[in-house]
């Protein structure tokens, strides 16, 4: 039986716009960031709850908009 899930990922064309939102907008707060070797931002991870985390990594590309009927790709 599923009791929950651990993490989401989200690609992010501008990642610090982004964590600002889950952070300044929604109030969630940074547990952790991971960099790549030249320095620049791979990941941020956002607390959601107790070992509840949204992962939001550097380098989105596909924009597109959510339709309620629309598939993952």
Not at 5 to 33: C, M, P, Q
Not at 51 to 60: P, S, W, Y
Request: aromatic share 10%.
């Amino acid at each position: 039986m599923i009791t929950g899930i651990s993490h989401a990922t989200i690609h992010a064309k501008d990642i610090d716009a982004t964590v600002s939102f889950y952070t300044n907008i929604l109030g969630l707060s940074e547990a952790f960031r991971q960099f790549k070797e030249d320095g620049s931002v791979r990941c941020v991870g956002i607390r959601v709850a107790p070992r509840q985390f949204i992962e939001i990594f550097a380098g989105g590309t596909v924009e597109g908009h959510f339709e309620p009927r629309s598939t993952g790709r």
